[in-house]
């Protein structure tokens, strides 16, 4: 142990006397480490960290599957919840819920929109809930009919009611109704982990209250199934397929013949699809992390040889050769420490702002933000990364450290020899390495911009240009029945109309473009019923194509006209025309829609196609336009509504104004609120929900440039670095051959020359890679090749430049040295 401390000791000495190189291995060990623990900590805290509630790892979720499909559909209906559950002998407790949703809330005589979820009064038990004041809602609590109450977050109130000690037993209005406080949700409770993505988390809960005997087949709840002790995965997903089949014999034309039921861990479904972007990132900080090893370890190299005579002298004196190197060792994990440290420092710093900026919007990330460094995994493999940096950049000292074992030539070939042949081939092999690992890392960044950039421009199908969109919830007990809820949302079309500077005003039940969800079944009348065909379906009113901008192609669009009573009509777009109607004309030929779905969706006639209109992207920019049809708002059944209205189904208001005109957003609420009597909250533009579809692949790319960036950075100081210690380890050399007549020009060109050729090899073995694993990043990209032209040719151009720049410096200085003092040292 003592003799570890000396070698401490004398390896603070030597950083006193060559302070410039410490600091300088010190910030590139920082930059590595700082990339690698943004990254890193955002794996621990979404792939890694369990999930916050009892027995996690068993909590599985019900989804609607299709062969030869992927992407699976968390969402499902009571029936197949009802099926579910008689066929799932492993199932320990079974919750159900709708997230997502908003209230009306009124407090004091205060309207406003509050986050809420309906959920079964199994919930709270599943996962592991605890009131901080009064309980949950029962059983009989959760049944039609009942009595109203609500469970409220901590959040909710502290704030809004003020912390009142008598809170339990008081009521508030939801959704018009009075309903009584029945406790309070202690925190924490993390409720962004109960559904895909990162949602908000709830204000209020209230009871979903399912009747045990519907037929309702709307696939718009969750629900999530504790497994018991021993039951695998693999066993719940075939006792699922049994349910389906189930299912199938009860409502036989409800599920194609390519579809079935699945489960899937609750974490896997909070996860989503950043799984692959986040071992993607973490690959490339790895990438960084080598490159700063390979540079660092070049810089310790050169050190190690301005410092052979001193190293040479302590051979002389009695110190072995496993001596020598362990106190460079020593060195280079103090080094790799103080710079590990530093970087993670840093990181975490970084990562905070990140997230608490918004700039990085991945699920399960908040407690982030709070306290970074109670994660153990980040800390354990941040001091494992440190270690093994240490050990890593100071193997090739160590090992060239061998050579001052001959103290007679150490001392008298001193530092005037230069660097031999040995380690002129390691310092290129580092070099060169360096230089691909960044080419490789640059070309991922690369090619994540141009498909940001090929995604931005993608046409949506409509106009995003002077449009606003809000929501109000349709849960408010005056919007119960279908001619209610069309009296009271046209009164708010009205009113928005009205405003000075609005073109044209509608509302819609199911969304706006890029953030639409409704789909039912549709059978085209005089055809078999054998193929389950399921479009996009929007209920919306008369004015939304103007608002949107959306093209009438043929037929016309609706009207006034198409009210409740008049023939039931659709608009299709040009996507369903084809598919359906490939070799006829679709005007005038009748659709059966939501045959099977349930009273709230079956419809008891046929609609007649009236329109045809152009494609519009519905669940995303990156999405192509699905099949869709359009039905007008004003033909909406009851079924329909009580069912929106049960659900507190957001009602979305779209605004187009006119170009140039200032229409403040309290003035659109202020109408909404007149109109309907209903608070509007979720004010944004259209190109705020256009930039919204991008966040997956504009974060992916933001921060992969940023590594690339680094990787550049490094690079560069590496190429530099290790030119501007050759120049310094070869003066007497240079100093011979000017003294000899050499010419300035020539001797900037070999040096040039001598550090150039090991980048181009550098780069072209990291454009041969690059290409190799450019598949990895195939699902990540929109609109181009993976093995797209631009990249592979800017990005080692770009590297070779900058290179280029690092290397002239260098050997310019060199071609002004003065013979006579370099010969004279």
């Known amino acids: 142990m003592a003799a570890f401390w000396n070698d401490l000791r004398y390896a603070a000495r030597t950083w006193t006397r060559a302070p410039a190189f410490v600091l300088l291995a010190i910030a590139t060990i920082t930059c590595g480490t700082g990339a690698l623990t943004v990254v890193f900590s955002l794996i621990s805290a979404v792939l890694l960290a369990p999930l916050p509630y009892p027995d996690g790892e068993r909590l599985v979720v019900l989804v609607n ?89 901590l959040e909710m109130w502290h704030g809004q009611l003020a912390a009142d000690p008598d809170v339990v037993g008081r009521t508030i209005s939801v959704n018009g109704e009075l309903a009584t406080v029945v406790g309070v949700l202690e925190e924490p409770f993390d409720a962004r982990s109960l559904g895909p993505g990162t949602i908000t988390p709830p204000e209020i809960w209230l009871p979903l209250r399912l009747d045990p ?118 060195e280079s994990i103090l080094l790799a420490a103080v710079g590990g440290l530093a970087g993670v420092a840093i990181g975490i710093a970084v990562l905070r702002t990140l997230i608490q900026g918004g700039l990085v919007r991945l699920p399960r990330t908040d407690p982030l933000a709070m306290n970074p460094m109670s994660d153990w995994r980040l800390l354990l493999f941040m001091s494992a990364t440190a270690v093994a940096m240490g050990v890593a950049i100071g193997l090739a000292p160590a090992v060239a450290s061998r050579s001052f074992a001959d103290v007679e030539r150490g001392l008298r070939i001193g ?87 609005v073109r044209a005003a509608a509302v819609s039940l199911t969304g706006v473009p890029l953030a639409q969800g409704g789909a039912l079944r549709v059978d085209v009348v005089g055809r078999p019923r054998e193929d389950l065909y399921i479009p996009n379906w929007d209920l919306v009113s008369p004015g939304y194509f103007e608002v949107f901008g959306i093209s009438l192609n043929r037929g016309r669009l609706f009207s006034d006209r198409d009210r409740r009573g008049a023939i039931p009509v659709t608009v299709i777009n040009e996507t369903m025309a084809r598919q359906l109607w490939p070799d006829a004309d679709p005007l005038g030929q009748r659709v059966l829609v939501g045959h099977g779905a349930g009273p709230a969706f079956e419809e008891p006639g046929p609609r007649e196609v009236v329109g045809i209109v152009s494609d519009v992207r519905q669940l995303g920019v990156a999405r192509p336009p699905r099949a869709g049809m359009y039905v007008p708002l004003a033909q909406m059944a009851d079924a329909q509504m009580a069912l929106f209205n049960r659900l507190s189904v957001p009602a979305s208001w779209v605004v187009r104004t006119e170009p140039g005109a200032v229409v403040s957003a309290a003035s659109l609420e202020r109408a909404v609120m007149a109109g309907t009597g209903l608070p509007a909250a979720r004010l944004r533009t259209m190109n705020e929900v256009f930039d919204a579809s991008t966040v997956p692949t504009a974060q992916n790319t933001w921060l992969m440039t940023t590594i690339g960036g680094l990787a550049l950075l490094v690079a560069v100081l590496g190429v530099y670095a290790v030119a501007s210690n050759a120049v310094q380890q070869r003066r007497h050399e240079l100093g011979v051959r000017l003294a000899l007549g050499g010419q300035r020009p020539v001797l900037m060109r070999m040096l040039i020359w001598e550090n150039i050729r090991v980048v181009f090899g550098g780069t072209f073995v990291g454009v041969l890679s690059a290409f190799a694993l450019s598949g990895t990043l195939a699902g990540l990209l929109f609109g181009i090749s993976r093995h797209d032209p631009a990249a592979f040719v800017v990005v080692p151009a770009l590297l070779t430049a900058a290179a280029l720049a690092g290397v002239y410096f260098p050997a310019r200085r060199a071609s002004t040295l003065d013979p006579l003092v370099v010969l004279r040292e």
């Open 65 to 153: 599957s299709l062969r030869g499909n992927t992407v699976q559909l968390p969402y499902v209906s009571p029936t197949r919840v009802r099926a579910w559950r008689e066929q799932g002998t492993g199932i320990q407790e079974l919750a159900v819920y709708a997230p997502n949703q908003n209230v009306n809330l009124s407090v004091a005589g205060r309207p406003r929109q509050a986050a809420a979820s309906h959920v079964t009064a199994s919930f709270f038990r599943l996962f592991g809930a605890r009131p901080a004041r009064g309980r949950f809602f029962t059983d009989d609590e959760d049944r039609p009919g009942a009595a109203p109450v609500a469970v409220l977050s």
């Open 213 to 330: 005997e519907t037929t309702d087949d709307a696939n718009n709840l969750m629900a999530v199934a504790r497994l018991a002790p021993g039951l695998s995965t693999e066993a719940a997903r075939h006792q699922a397929q049994a349910a389906a089949a189930r299912f199938r014999s009860e409502f036989p034309t409800e599920l194609q013949a390519d579809a079935s039921f699945d489960v899937m861990p609750l974490a896997s479904l909070v996860v989503g699809d950043v799984r692959p972007s986040l071992l993607l990132l973490f690959a490339a900080a790895a990438l960084i992390t080598l490159l700063v090893a390979g540079n660092t370890a070049n810089l310790l190299l050169a050190r190690v040889t301005a410092r052979r005579r001193e190293l040479a002298i302590r051979c002389a004196v009695g110190a072995s050769r496993w001596r020598v190197a362990r106190q460079l060792l020593t």
């Open 415 to 501: 530092a005037r020899s230069g660097i031999g042949p040995g380690h002129r081939m390691a310092h290129a092999v580092l070099l060169g390495a360096e230089v691909a690992i960044a080419c490789v890392v640059l070309i991922g960044a690369a090619l994540l911009m141009r498909s940001l950039a090929s995604l931005q421009r993608v046409d949506p199908g409509f106009e995003r240009a002077d449009v606003w969109t809000l929501q109000t919830s349709t849960g408010d007990r005056r919007l119960a029945s279908a001619t209610a809820a069309v009296t009271a949302l046209g009164g708010g079309i009205q009113r928005l109309a009205e405003l000075p500077g």
